[in-house]
Antibody, heavy 120, light 109 residues
Framework: QVQLQESGPGLVKPSQTLSLTCTVS??????????WSWIRQHPGKGLEWIGY???????YYNPSLKSRVTISVDTSKNQFSLKLSSVTAADTAVYYC????????????WGQGTLVTVSS | QTVVTQEPSFSVSPGGTVTLTCGLS?????????PSWYQQTPGQAPRTLIY???TRSSGVPDRFSGSILGNKAALTITGAQADDESDYYC?????????FGGGTKLTVL
């Protein structure tokens, strides 16, 4: 059973960089066949795709966030990470990591989500 | 930018049938977009219901079904139950990315 767990600061100051890590257990990121994705949900709103990464390092980002987002992978730790720069209060959200099946593009496993608040 | 449309809200009576739809602001949804559907209750992570248009995820009851209706993807719930009251999201796979619909809040009453 694959499990994903987000970790990182719950509070980030405006203009700083939000950094989160997703630790994967029960499966190897290096095994291929999956993208490793970040999604966020603003309070009381819908889900928003941020981007995903393949174990090889290939990345795909939401065009609306692309200039501020970096997703990276550390296969030795079986983790992938999100960095979102120049944050504002509009980036306050629950951030989820999840696994996406390549070629058919569906989420089969999700992390529980972590709330990140942007505030001074 | 691609916009995926869903009904903001829907209501169904217990035991009734409801069909939620997932469209594109420009164009038609086809199986080529591999539409998938997710159920989310407050404070919880989404749960996968349907993928690749009409394949139920493991453990999902067969009263949930997916299809293409006209130019939209559709999620049909047959014999709605009280605990089906949730938010439902569709996702379209664009190859180089994914797009979430705005979600439908389903009320069972």
């Amino acid at each position: 059973q694959v499990q994903l767990q987000e970790s990182g600061p719950g509070l980030v100051k405006p203009s700083q960089t939000l950094s989160l890590t997703c630790t994967v257990s029960g499966g190897s990121i290096s095994s291929g066949g999956y993208y490793w994705s970040w999604i966020r949900q603003h309070p009381g709103k819908g889900l928003e795709w941020i981007g995903y990464i393949y174990y090889s390092g290939s990345t795909y980002y939401n065009p609306s966030l692309k200039s501020r987002v970096t997703i990276s992978v550390d296969t030795s730790k079986n983790q992938f990470s999100l960095k979102l720069s120049s944050v504002t209060a509009a980036d306050t959200a629950v951030y989820y990591c999840a696994r996406v099946k390549v070629h058919s593009g569906w989420y089969d496993y999700w992390g529980q989500g972590t709330l990140v608040t942007v505030s001074s | 930018q691609t916009v995926v449309t869903q009904e903001p809200s829907f209501s169904v009576s217990p035991g009734g049938t409801v069909t939620l739809t997932c469209g594109l602001s420009s164009g038609s949804v086809s199986t080529s977009y591999y539409p998938s559907w997710y159920q989310q209750t407050p404070g919880q992570a989404p749960r996968t219901l349907i993928y690749s248009t009409n394949t139920r995820s493991s453990g999902v009851p067969d009263r949930f079904s997916g299809s293409i209706l006209g130019n939209k993807a559709a999620l049909t719930i047959t014999g709605a139950q009280a605990d089906d009251e949730s938010d439902y999201y569709c996702v379209l796979y664009m190859g180089s990315g994914m797009v979430f619909g705005g979600g439908t809040k389903l009320t069972v009453l």
